[in-house]
């Protein structure tokens, strides 16, 4: 049964740092293609950053600012996020795709979600 299991959200000043962890069982991350996606109230799932097929995508709004990483040692994916605004306030949630590469930022090629950590930024 796969697992994902999301951390470090929080309340952070406008200009601050998070390091979300996504824990996964049941499913080898380095094998796997993982996003992160975030939401807001009333709004569709938003992709933040993908890494499929050795590549690392990222919207446009996070790039520069935000770093997708994994450590296969521990099974953990992470999204360091840098130089925070109010607008990245939202329930971030990692993913696993059903394919092992080749995925996109569509959120429906994602079959494995984790409940959500919620990040807030205060200006």
């Known amino acids: 049964q796969v697992q994902l299991v999301e951390s470090g959200g929080g309340l952070v000043q406008a200009g601050g740092s998070l390091r979300l962890s996504c824990a996964a069982s049941?499913?080898?991350?380095?094998?796997?293609?993982m996003a992160w996606f975030r939401q807001t109230p009333g709004k569709e799932r938003e992709f933040v950053s993908y890494?499929?097929?050795?590549?690392?995508m990222y919207a446009d709004s996070v790039k520069g600012r935000f770093t997708f990483s994994r450590d296969s040692a521990t099974n953990t994916a992470y999204l360091q996020m840098n130089s925070l605004k109010p607008e990245d306030a939202a329930v971030y949630y990692c993913a696993a795709c059903r394919f092992l590469s080749g995925c996109s930022d569509s959120a429906r090629e994602y079959v494995h979600w984790g409940q959500g950590t919620q990040v807030t930024v205060s200006s």
């Open positions: 049941g499913l080898t991350i380095s094998i796997y293609s």
């Open positions: 890494f499929s097929g050795g590549s690392t």
